[in-house]
C-alpha cells in the first residue's frame, strides 16, 4: 500500500530520497509506502512537512491526508482517469500559494451565544449585529487582500469573536505585498486583530 | 509553527483560544463502514443546518424591513434559540463540529 501526497509536473526537480513518482503524460504523482494507519496529529504534521518540502521548488496540488491505494499499479490508473481535472487543477495553482487571514474582532460583534441571550428579541438583535459586523470586515478587510490574489474564498466563522476567515491564493512574488497590505489594514482598523499566515499548499484552491 | 506567522497583531494570545482539530479529515461526508451512523448523522444534520440558515436569514431580512412586531420578534427569537441548542446537543450527540456540518461541493466551493 502506499501513500499519495501530491500531484506535480513528472519534469520537475529530482525528488527527495524516501519519495518516488509516478507518472502519465507529463503529471506526477508523489508518493511513498504507506506507514501505520494510526492517526495523529503528529502524522498530519510529518505529512504536511513533506508536502512543503516539495512545495519549496515545484508547483504542487496537495493531496489530502490519508489517501492510499494499493501499489504504484493503482497509481498511475487514478492519474490516468483524473489526468484532466487533475492537469487543470494545478494550472490553477501554478506559480502561486495559499495564504491564510484571519481576523478577530470585539466580542460585542461575535455571534450570540443562546445561554447568553436574555430574550428572543435580544438574541435576534444580536446575530444582526454579528452579520452587519461580518459584512463590514468582508468590506474592509477581505476586499482589499481579494484584488491581490489570483483567487480567495471565505469560509464560515466558527469560533468567538471571529469575523473573516479567508483564504488567498497568491503568487509566490506577490506574498511580500499581501502580507504588507495585511499590516497596512491592521494599522487602519487597531480594533480589529489580523493573523496571517502561511505559505501553505493551495489547500482550499485544489478542488478535487 | 513559528515561520507560518507572517503578520501578527500583538495579542496574538487571542487565537489561540480554540481547542486543536483534525481540520481537514472532517470536512467531508465520512464514508467509512464503521463511521457509517455518524456519517448519515452529519448528511442529515447538514442539511437541517441549512434549512436552520436559510430560516434564519429570511427572518432577519424581515425584521430588518419592520415587517415584524415586538411579540412576533420575540416568539421568532426563541424559536431561533430552541433551534440553535437542539443543534448543539445533536452535535454533541454525534461528535461534531459546527465545521463538519458543511460539505464541499468541489468546484461550487461550500455549501453553506
Redesign the interface.
Known amino acids: 500500500v502506499i501513500e499519495l501526497y501530491a500531484v506535480v509536473d513528472a519534469d520537475g526537480p529530482p525528488l527527495p530520497p524516501a519519495l518516488s513518482a509516478v507518472t502519465r503524460d507529463g503529471l506526477a504523482f508523489v508518493c511513498a509506502p504507506a506507514r501505520e494507519q494510526k492517526?495523529s496529529?503528529e502524522r498530519?504534521w510529518e505529512h504536511e512537512a513533506v508536502i512543503e518540502s516539495l512545495m519549496a521548488d515545484r508547483d504542487l496540488v496537495p493531496v489530502?491526508?490519508?489517501s492510499r491505494v494499493e501499489d504504484e499499479g493503482a497509481a498511475a490508473r487514478a492519474l490516468e482517469e483524473r489526468h484532466r481535472e487533475l492537469a487543470r487543477a494545478l494550472d490553477g495553482v501554478r506559480g502561486a500559494i495559499e495564504?491564510s487571514v484571519?481576523v478577530?474582532g470585539d466580542r460585542a460583534d461575535a455571534s450570540p451565544k443562546?445561554e447568553e441571550?436574555a430574550?428572543?428579541?435580544?438574541?435576534?438583535r444580536a446575530?444582526?449585529r454579528s452579520?452587519v459586523a461580518e459584512a463590514r470586515i468582508s468590506h474592509a478587510v477581505h476586499e482589499p487582500l481579494e484584488r491581490l490574489a489570483r483567487a480567495a474564498?471565505q469560509?464560515?466563522c466558527?469560533?468567538?469573536?471571529e469575523l473573516l476567515r479567508g483564504a488567498y491564493l497568491v503568487e509566490r512574488a506577490g506574498?511580500d505585498d499581501f502580507?504588507r497590505q495585511?499590516?497596512d489594514l491592521?494599522a487602519q482598523h487597531p480594533e480589529l486583530?489580523?493573523?496571517?499566515?502561511?505559505p501553505?499548499p493551495p489547500?482550499s484552491f485544489s478542488?478535487? | 509553527v513559528r515561520d507560518k506567522l507572517l503578520h501578527t497583531p500583538p495579542d496574538i494570545d487571542l487565537f489561540a483560544t480554540e481547542r486543536p482539530r483534525l481540520d481537514a479529515l472532517t470536512r467531508r461526508v465520512n464514508a467509512d463502514p464503521e463511521s457509517v451512523e455518524r456519517g448519515l448523522a452529519q448528511l442529515v444534520l447538514t442539511i437541517v443546518e441549512l434549512l436552520r440558515q436559510l430560516m434564519e436569514r429570511q427572518a432577519l431580512r424581515r425584521i430588518d424591513g419592520g415587517a415584524l412586531d415586538e411579540d412576533q420578534v420575540e416568539r421568532l427569537g426563541r424559536t431561533f434559540m430552541e433551534l440553535d441548542k437542539r443543534m448543539a446537543e445533536l452535535r454533541e450527540e454525534f461528535g461534531l463540529d459546527e465545521e463538519d456540518l458543511n460539505l464541499n461541493l468541489g468546484p461550487l466551493g461550500n455549501l453553506l
Not at chain 1, 466558527?158 to 469573536?161: C, D, L, N, R, V
Request: aromatic share 10%.
Open positions: 492517526l496529529p498530519l489530502r491526508y490519508g495564504l484571519r478577530l443562546v441571550a430574550s428572543g428579541a435580544e438574541y435576534l446575530k444582526v452579520a474564498m469560509r464560515p466558527t469560533s468567538p469573536g506574498v502580507v495585511v499590516s491592521q486583530r489580523l493573523l496571517c499566515t502561511g501553505w489547500y478542488a478535487s
